[in-house]
């Protein structure tokens, strides 16, 4: 998938982000700083490096969040998987999209307070449960072939 279809709201792992200045940081230099002196480096500017993961009490993107929002109130489906959906503002997300006609499937180990609005809701293994209901869609319904 291309990276600039993905919608990071929560941040990830795989980069670090100084809480200051917002300089971006590869991980494998911060690590060994660590394991060598039993600290993170700061950042030129001072700052703390972390990871690029919103923690409690940070604020989400605004930018990402305004790109998630639009995306949601403009698709068709809206497919949640492995999420509590307690956390918001990115568990009203599923909602916006509901409100603006989607249709809402939510696949997770257990139920979330959103359930009795889904359209179809799973219980399990998102990696058991959601090639099942894959091929169980491709099965009932048979692709169109031009020609």
Known sequence: MPVDLVIEVHGNTRYAKCLSCGGRFELAPIRAHFEE???PPDCDCGGIIKTATISFGQPMPEK???RAESEA???DLFLVLGSSLVVY???GLPLLAKQDGAKLIIINREPTPLDGKADLTLEGEIG???PAAVAEVVAA???HKPG
Do not use: I, Q, W, Y
Request: glycine content about 6%; overall charge positive; hydrophobic content about 30%.
């Open 64 to 66: 990402e969040m305004k």
């Open 73 to 75: 109130r403009n698709c």
């Open 141 to 143: 319904k048979p692709r």
């Open 128 to 130: 058991s449960v959601l």
């Open 89 to 91: 503002p990115a568990a």
């Open 37 to 39: 002196h039993g600290d």
